[in-house]
């Protein structure tokens, strides 16, 4: 069935240094992929999709790029900031309406 | 800006109780999702709701769950004689309408349960 592999964490980093967070997917056909964020004390919520293979996904200097080949959707940024300590989740929806969720990667940003 | 609420977002109680969790989206979206998520785990799918509609219900959800949207606006889940298997964060997400498929979720803050 459709899932989706995300690399475990936890993941501490100093401040601006580089982020790569692997997501790799299982699904039939090509789903849109998704990144959601948690912020601490906060909901789930979106941080960026892609809807079809080589798209590329970006907000707030992060981006991920639906690579079909690989079938992976890596999340990136350059240079993270403490603000960007949260738990990220890589997902994707089924044919219906529901969507899987990766375990989830805590990212913590140190000054 | 009125986003997805839900209410207790906090519950402890004992085993063998009942407990009901509300949830009430966004005003104009009319799919309405439960999920549940455990700690080190990613979000659970548990059902959806389209309009007042249940169309869908995963297989975690047992006999002990029940979950309502009457009039196709808040959403209420009711789990009874809990377990304290059932400890967990219960999340409310909605998302306005499409032609087909899911779009973007808007989830709630949460619902966290805590079963003695």
């Known amino acids: 069935g459709d899932s989706v592999t995300q690399m475990e964490g936890p993941v501490t980093l100093s401040e601006e240094a580089c982020l790569t967070i692997?997501?790799?997917?299982?699904?039939?056909?090509?789903?849109?992929l998704f990144w959601y964020v948690q912020y601490p004390g906060e909901g789930l919520q979106l941080l960026l999709k892609?809807?079809?293979?080589?798209d590329k996904g970006s907000n707030k200097g992060f981006e991920a790029t639906y690579r079909k080949e690989t079938t992976s959707f890596h999340l990136e940024k350059g240079s993270v900031q403490v603000s960007d300590s949260a738990v990220y989740f890589c997902a994707l929806p089924n044919t219906g309406n529901q969507f899987y969720f990766g375990t989830g990667t805590s990212l913590t940003v140190i000054p | 800006d009125t986003g997805v609420s839900q209410d207790p977002r906090h519950k402890i109680t004992k085993r063998g109780q009942n407990v009901t969790f509300r949830c009430d989206p966004i005003s104009e979206h009319n799919r309405l999702y439960w999920y549940r998520q455990t700690l080190g785990q990613g979000p659970e799918f548990l059902t959806y709701?389209?309009?007042?509609?249940?169309?869908?219900k995963s297989r975690l959800l047992s006999d002990r769950f029940s979950a309502e949207r009457p009039k196709g606006s808040f959403s209420t889940l009711e789990i009874q004689r809990t377990e304290q298997g059932d400890s967990a964060m219960y999340l409310c997400?909605?998302?306005?309408?499409?032609?087909?498929?899911?779009?973007?979720?808007?989830f709630g803050e949460g619902s966290r349960l805590t079963v003695l």
């Open positions: 709701f389209q309009n007042e509609a249940q169309l869908e």
């Open positions: 892609a809807t079809k293979a080589d």
């Open positions: 997400a909605s998302s306005p309408p499409r032609d087909r498929g899911p779009g973007e979720l808007f």
């Open positions: 692997n997501c790799t997917y299982t699904a039939t056909g090509y789903p849109s």
